[in-house]
């Protein structure tokens, strides 16, 4: 596919400028949630222009949020924190904490997959915890970061 070529071939900072027109043309494809989880990563590097970014964040994750296979739905999850970590604040975070949460909740069976994917989610934000420290008081003693219910 030339969209997904595109989307990982190409930097971020270019990416960045086209945010909202590569959004609309992802949402005309089949492969939706691997070309965000996949534009997600890359705007790591440089975040959606600042008028877009919001905006971004709320068509994107409509998308993600709907997915019923909680193993692709953790495999966006953890791309989506790397932006969020990098771009947003901790309040994007620990509202996608939540839905993370509920997701989990909503699983059949927790198995070593999603354990693995889980892990990927927390790792980024521990890892950002060690560059802002204001993570260790808002996003670590969170009750969504500290996921109550796994098994």
Known sequence: MVL???VTAF???LLAKHTMALVQLIRQTNHK???FRCLSLKL????PP???KLVFL???WSTITRLDDVHAYLRC???FVALLVAHYSSREVVILLKDVVRHLNAADAMDAALFVSLESVMEVIIMEARRQSHYFTTIVPSSEFLVRRLL
């Open 4 to 6: 997904e070529q595109m």
């Open 11 to 13: 930097p971020g900072k």
């Open 33 to 35: 949630e691997e070309l």
């Open 44 to 47: 790591v590097e440089a975040p």
């Open 50 to 52: 600042a008028h877009d």
């Open 58 to 60: 709320n068509e994107v």
């Open 77 to 79: 999850a953890a791309a």
